[in-house]
């Protein structure tokens, strides 16, 4: 069972930049699709940005062009460099495991790291 890690959210005004990292446990990390998710107050967790083994990515309408996943399967971590951020990216981000067939995550989720954007 892959442990993952989230760190690197704050408190960031309108505008701004935040990088998060999750560290993943195992060394079979590299051979699982990624994703970076989010649950604002109130509303379901969503999938914003995913990364395949081979390193094709996509990400949801919201976020396209302000955010940009990445991994180093040799340190067994995934990143999730935000800018222009909004107030709307406002939530708890996770990382997790992402299933082949859906933006279903499918391993167990961590604490996550919470973004504030406000000014």
């Known amino acids: 069972q892959v442990q993952l890690v989230e760190s690197g959210g704050g408190l960031v005004q309108p505008g701004g930049s935040l990088r998060l990292s999750c560290a993943a446990s195992g060394s079979i990390f590299r051979f699982y699709a990624m994703g970076w998710y989010r649950q604002a107050p109130g509303k379901q967790r969503e999938l914003v940005a995913a990364?395949?083994?081979?390193?094709?990515?996509n990400y949801a309408d919201s976020v396209k062009g302000r955010f940009t996943i990445s991994r180093d399967n040799a340190k067994n971590t995934v990143y999730l460099q935000m800018n222009s951020l909004k107030s709307e990216d406002t939530a708890v981000y996770y990382c997790?495991?992402?299933?082949?067939?859906?933006?279903?995550?499918?391993?167990?989720w961590g604490q996550g790291t919470q973004v504030t954007v406000s000014s």
């Open positions: 990364i395949t083994s081979g390193g094709s990515t």
């Open positions: 997790n495991r992402k299933s082949q067939n859906s933006e279903a995550g499918i391993g167990s």
